[in-house]
């Protein structure tokens, strides 16, 4: 018999001591003294803790997070039944409140699977044909263990790292040290490298272009703080955003403090305008004026404002001379001085399907108040993506007004609270990956992934590189979902069908999991102790995430997970450094109450920290509320330059016109989208797609929750409909739909509404793929997963982004057989 003091899991013993200092039981320090009411312990910290006035403490449950808030949860007899918000939170986000579903889902992985063909057959001859659809075979841990080390060993000596891609990109859970992407990064790169990826889904376009025209990224950079926009800004531009919507999640946890700026500025009665196809929730919920183009057709409608600031000389010489190089060709470009075609107003409307005299007023606004326009990140997940966010700075640029208070630009508004002011105080650092070993392979831009597997050898075009793909023999996803993120799923399918053994770490059966040919079962967040900060750029807070509830069935955490490999190809010591998980976390702890104590802010030991179910709150300097982005380089252009080649906003950029690229020229424009409104694919599929974020998941986070209730019509996903293309159908609301084109099908369910423009429907990405029957190729999604529809080529031959923002489709009433929804159910075998 065990001692009645030890637990088990899957990993092991686990002691009732380890367990409670892992936090499980400590949930707050009314409940230390209540189990512990004598000890020095206790007492210590009781009497310590106050003249740490950066330290906030938890109410009622025990202390952890996630991308959409920080909490605590309520714990009774090891399950997980409600949270609360922490105190501090301006906008508790109602995600939070389905937690207990993902530790407790009925789609879990419980145990270390393998596909049957797979097992049987080996890697050689392991029938990859029948991922998706074959059985699964439940195995040890050492087995599981056993199988994959062995393939890597193997893959290594006989191909080299360019056979093992461990891009594995996605939205990972939040903790620095169960970051499963890292984690798998210090695994390869000890046992011989891997090919990884460059760039992201969500700003693959904008990201690297920005580079160029401005010298930093730009989509991921603190903005001017939110003070300083609700003191100054007297005008918003809303472009291509929704804000209240993606700013409920974080990349870390979040600290919510956009919602309370965007509240601040309706509550000031400052005038918004959104530019949209959809009538979003933000322009609802701020009262802002409503410009609905074209889908795809942005680029088109800011030349035409440009043009309008140019012929009526509202633009700013001044500042074009000083701070920015190339205007005088794109004056040239906006007089069509070398093509012939003048780009006014009219030649805009035409396009984008907002009358001239609109675009015209709206230009005069533009210049006539402090404008900040605020930049989304959908209209660069398009073909030629490059060019919405070159022509909004050139835009912002005319205007004059970058680097004032309330003015210029912004590209991260509606992401991560971008704006809320940097605090004082201490950062978190993670886990490394280590560094990759010498001469290793490049890395392939993240959402050409389908054609590199599909396309051994081949060369393309990147940023002014060449890059070939390798011949990918195994792919290894830890933290992602490859067939929620990636454009044209039945492409995908088939490109997925070349490797030879693809692992997937994860706790549900997602449409990648299934597609896999081992998968491992991980924990949730709340599973395993952890540390993150809050606030993505506010840096505002440390939080413990603490194990709530035991790991679950056979879930192991990452870090062991990857422990358990390193060991058996015989590189555990370079990978754990001799630490445990809370070896590893009092470091980085230590290391971050070092700066903070240089900063003047007192936190206490590690132990105390964590057994006191605190959370730190560090201070705002009041310098940091009036920050303005680009201020420095208004002030002294010449001592605090740019990061481009001039030093300056790059309106054209001689490094990109030297790439020589006919899809992504040295000067900004309007350049047709492979598939819209006027392409010839039109006459047969008139309908435009708006592929918005979910309003009720995080990307596909939160699929197999109930609040598929809120949101999905007839169990499926939701399609807004204009009711002029829904009468012209026969389609009424509540009615199953078939939205197809030639790349793919899928089931929705109708909402006929006013809140898309005519020739628009919207589809929110995020559904989990559930093919009718997986043997057919292109068999209808029966849950509505948009990207069964979207297309999969590269933004430009410069960024190479994805496109998964656009289509070209029609729908019709759905009179095919009755078709149950199997998104997340558990596969057979499993």
């Not at 000890?39 to 996630?66: M, V």
């Not at 680097?403 to 609270?417: C, E, T």
């Not at 105390?608 to 509320?625: D, L």
């Not at 109708?750 to 292109?778: C, K, N, Q």
């Amino acid at each position: 018999m065990k001692d009645k003091e030890t637990m088990t899991n899957a990993s092991g013993p686990i002691s009732r001591r380890r367990f409670l200092t892992g936090a499980v039981a400590l949930a707050s320090l009314p409940l230390l003294s209540a189990i512990w009411p004598r000890t020095a312990l206790a007492q210590a910290i009781s009497e310590a803790l106050p003249q740490f006035t950066a330290l906030r403490q938890a109410q009622q449950g025990i202390l952890t997070g996630a991308h959409w808030g920080a909490f605590e949860a309520i714990v009774q007899e090891g399950r997980m039944v409600s949270v609360k918000p922490v105190q501090d939170d301006p906008f508790p986000n109602e995600l939070i409140n389905m937690v207990p579903h993902q530790v407790h889902a009925p789609n879990r992985i419980k145990y270390p699977m393998v596909r049957k063909g797979w097992l049987e057959g080996g890697p050689l001859n392991g029938k990859p044909e029948l991922r998706g659809q074959d059985e699964w075979v439940q195995v040890s841990w050492d087995k599981a263990l056993t199988l994959v080390s062995e393939q890597i060993a193997r893959l290594q000596k006989e191909h080299g790292p360019q056979s093992i891609y461990g891009g594995s990109y996605g939205w990972k859970s939040v903790g620095i040290l169960h970051n499963s992407r890292t984690l798998l990064h210090r695994l390869l790169n000890l046992s011989g490298g891997f090919v990884n990826y460059a760039g992201d889904y969500s700003t693959g376009a904008a990201q690297v272009i920005m580079s160029h025209v401005v010298g930093s990224m730009e989509v991921y950079e603190q903005q001017t703080t939110w003070p300083n926009v609700i003191e100054n800004t007297e005008l918003v531009i809303l472009w291509g955003c929704n804000p209240s919507v993606t700013l409920k999640n974080s990349w870390n946890i979040p600290d919510h403090e956009g919602q309370s700026g965007f509240a601040a500025l309706k509550q000031k009665g400052t005038r918004i305008i959104s530019v949209d196809p959809v009538n979003s929730d933000s322009t609802r919920e701020l009262n802002a004026q409503w410009i609905a183009p074209r889908p795809y057709t942005d680029s088109a409608m800011i030349i035409g404002l440009a043009h309008t600031l140019l012929a009526e000389k509202l633009h700013d010489p001044d500042f074009l001379k000083t701070y920015t190089v190339g205007f005088d060709k794109f004056a040239d470009y906006l007089k069509g001085n070398e093509d012939g075609v003048v780009k006014d107003a009219s030649w805009a409307a035409a396009i984008c399907g907002i009358e001239a005299e609109a675009i015209r007023t709206l230009a005069r606004d533009m210049a006539k108040h402090r404008t900040l326009i605020m930049g989304g990140w959908g209209i660069q997940r398009q073909h030629h993506g490059e060019q919405p966010h070159w022509l909004l700075v050139t835009l912002a640029a005319m205007l004059g007004q970058i680097g004032l208070p309330g003015g210029g630009f912004g590209f991260s508004y509606h992401y991560s609270s971008g704006g809320s002011p940097t605090a004082r105080g201490g950062i978190l650092a993670g886990i490394s990956a280590g560094s990759a070993p010498k001469n290793g392979p490049a890395s392939i831009p993240v959402a050409r992934i389908a054609d590199c597997l599909a396309n051994p050898g081949k060369t393309i075009n990147f940023n002014g590189s060449k890059v070939t793909y390798p011949d990918v023999k195994m792919v290894y996803v830890a933290g992602g979902n490859t067939f929620h993120q990636h454009q044209d799923t039945n492409n995908l399918i088939k490109a997925w069908q070349r490797p030879e053994t693809i692992v997937v770490n994860e706790p549900y059966w997602t449409a990648t999991a299934k597609y896999a040919d081992i998968v491992l079962p991980a924990t949730t967040s709340y599973e395993r102790n952890d540390l993150e900060m809050g606030g993505d750029y506010s840096q505002l807070y440390v939080f413990p995430m603490h194990q709530c509830v035991p790991p679950q069935h056979e879930a192991r955490n990452d870090y062991d997970i990857f422990a358990g490999l390193a060991e058996k190809l015989g590189v555990l010591e370079g990978y754990s450094e001799g630490k445990d998980e809370m070896q590893w976390l009092k470091g980085m702890y230590d290391n971050m109450k070092e700066q903070a104590r240089n900063a003047r802010v007192a936190l206490p030991p590690f132990d105390m920290f964590w057994a006191s179910n605190n959370y730190i709150r560090f201070p705002i300097p009041k310098e940091n509320k009036q920050w303005i982005r680009f201020a420095d380089f208004r002030e002294n252009p010449l001592l605090n330059p740019l990061g481009t080649p001039s030093g300056k906003i790059e309106i054209y950029s001689d490094a990109v016109a030297k790439m020589d690229y006919a899809d992504c020229r040295g000067l900004p424009g309007w350049l047709p989208p492979q598939e819209w409104y006027q392409s010839l694919l039109a006459d047969k599929y008139p309908l435009s797609l708006n592929t918005a974020h979910p309003i009720n998941r995080l990307h596909s986070q939160l699929d197999n929750t109930p609040l598929r209730e809120k949101y999905a019509v007839a169990d499926r996903e939701a399609i807004w409909i204009h009711p002029e293309d829904a009468n012209a159908r026969k389609i009424t609301d509540g009615d199953l739909v078939r939205a197809f084109n030639d790349r793919g099908q899928i089931m929705v369910g109708a909402v006929v509404t006013e809140r898309v423009r005519p020739g628009v429907v919207r589809i929110s990405e995020g559904a989990w793929f559930d093919p009718a029957d997986p043997a057919v190729p292109g068999s209808i999604c029966k849950n509505g997963n948009v990207n069964c529809l979207t297309f999969d080529i590269g933004s430009s031959s410069l960024a190479q982004g994805n496109c998964g923002q656009m289509a070209q489709l029609d729908i019709e009433k759905y009179h095919g057989p009755a078709l149950v929804n199997t998104a997340h159910a558990v596969p057979v075998g499993a």
